[in-house]
């Protein structure tokens, strides 16, 4: 199993307002792969759309802990786990269809679906009661510094 040359990890309230604040956390540390603006845009991206989902649908009406832990592998592989502890996912498959919400009219459904597109490895576990962690992958191409 490949050990991980750097790491970051990062606590947060489920605060709407955090979520900002833990994509660019995020992209400021993956900021050492030198990636491309596209890689650290689908990043970014996909790591909000996971912090949301803790703040949504994770904590629902309540405050909770988002668990961030990032790492990065001398093979450019980037690791993002986005934990929370809060209600959890019934059926995680239902869950990652495109369009399925619990969230009510004003959610789209489409969370998992992106966050699936803009890394190359999407994993969620869940259980019920207890909380579900999202993990992104994604490979930023090596680039030789000109």
């Known amino acids: ?25 995020v992209a400021s540390f993956v900021a050492q792969l030198d990636p491309t603006l596209d890689e650290l845009s689908d990043i970014k991206t996909a790591v909000s759309e996971a912090v949301t989902n803790c703040i949504v649908h994770g904590y629902r009406d309540t405050i909770g802990s988002i668990y961030i832990n990032a790492r990065i592998y001398a093979s450019g592989k980037l ?34 679906t992106v966050m699936e597109s803009f890394t190359d490895k999407l ?7 207890k ?14 510094r000109g």
């Open 1 to 25: 199993m490949e050990k991980p040359i750097n790491e970051m990890r990062l606590v947060i309230p489920s605060r709407s307002s955090n979520e900002s604040f833990a994509r660019v956390a």
């Open 79 to 112: 690791s993002v786990k986005i934990r929370d502890t809060g209600c959890g996912i019934t059926d995680v498959r239902q869950a990652m269809e495109p369009l399925f919400t619990t969230g009510g009219s004003d959610r789209s459904g489409l969370g998992f």
């Open 123 to 129: 994993k969620v576990r869940s259980n019920p009661g």
């Open 131 to 144: 909380g579900t962690t999202v993990t992104l992958e994604k490979f930023i191409e090596r680039r030789e």
